[in-house]
């Protein structure tokens, strides 16, 4: 009898597939060479139907959107935070108390280049004024620029003729954020370059979403002045993606009616945090908030700190 029985379960999976055979080899229906009209409207109906009745499309996944969740990550309605915010050392510049006056210098003999880079730094932060060191140490800087009523110093490093790092300090008490600073492309080398006027421009923080990311934006914001001259048409935007924070400057151009473009002004650079520290720049004795090291904190590529 075994023998049988394995005959009839042969049967039944050859009638299986002859069956799934069929119906994948069944044609779609043509709508064209149906000849009646009504007929052919009705087919039609049914086909946008089963269309529209399709699974959606799936959302690709890429790094950003499968990124670890930090214990830091903050919620807009996060009381704590709004707290702490209001009682740190740029809580004077959003309470309206202070209006931003920058300070930007370089280090000792700069290049052409890094000279360039640091004029236009000055056209695209409005309120803002260039020093040369002439040998002086930052130390005896900042004093000086606190008497003189600045606000933060933007201090601008090269190495092998190239500008590679950023530092802004915020006075009188800090914080200090030290960048990386690559990809830097002039105006002169931007094709197709818009013209900058003289309005205050607005200001676009975009994707600082942990404690650490609040604490950098709270700094770039503080760069600029509080009321942007929207009629200028002007907006500066920090975009964080994957801890990289790209600077781009632009300006709305109205095509038409409905459609609005951008056009660059220049520069374009992008930042790599390295360092927070408390208080004003101390290299040596300074209180590290946050410091990126490499080995401990790049173990997965879908876990950032900004």
Not at 42 to 64: F, G, N, S
Not at 95 to 102: A, D, F, L, M, W
Not at 259 to 267: A, I, N
Request: net charge positive.
């Amino acid at each position: 009898m075994a023998p049988k029985k394995m005959k009839v379960e042969n049967v039944e999976e050859e009638n299986q597939k002859d069956v799934t055979e069929d119906v994948q080899t069944i044609p779609k229906p043509n709508i064209s060479r149906i000849k009646n009209k009504i007929l052919r409207n009705e087919m039609y109906k049914k086909l946008r139907v089963e269309k529209r009745k399709a699974p959606p499309k799936q959302v690709p996944k890429t790094i950003e959107s499968m990124r670890v969740k930090d214990e830091t990550m903050v919620n807009k309605e996060d009381t704590e935070v709004m707290l702490d915010e209001a009682q740190d050392e740029l809580a004077t510049y959003f309470n309206r108390e202070t209006s931003p006056q920058i300070l930007i210098t370089t280090c000792d003999r700069p290049c052409l280049r890094t000279n360039k880079f640091c004029k236009e730094l000055k056209l695209t932060i409005p309120n803002s004024e260039i020093k040369y060191r002439r040998g002086l140490d930052l130390k005896k800087i900042i004093p000086q620029a606190k008497e003189r009523g600045y606000t933060d110093i933007i201090i601008v490093n090269e190495d092998r003729k190239e500008p590679n790092g950023l530092v802004i300090t915020h006075l009188p008490e800090g914080p200090t954020l030290h960048f990386k600073l690559s990809s830097v492309r002039l105006t002169t080398e931007i094709k197709r370059v818009g013209e900058m006027s003289k309005h205050k421009p607005e200001l676009i923080l975009n994707n600082f979403g942990t404690r650490l990311g609040h604490s950098v934006g709270r700094v770039f914001a503080s760069l600029f002045p509080h009321d942007p001259q929207f009629q200028g048409r002007r907006v500066v935007t920090f975009h964080n993606q994957r801890d990289f924070i790209f600077f781009r400057h632009h300006r709305y151009v109205f095509r038409n009616n409905k459609r609005v473009g951008l056009k660059d002004l220049g520069p374009r650079f992008t930042l790599k945090l390295r360092s927070l520290q408390k208080g004003t720049f101390d290299s040596k004795y300074g209180e590290y908030e946050w410091v990126h090291k490499r080995k401990e904190m790049e173990t997965s590529r879908r876990k950032f700190s900004l």
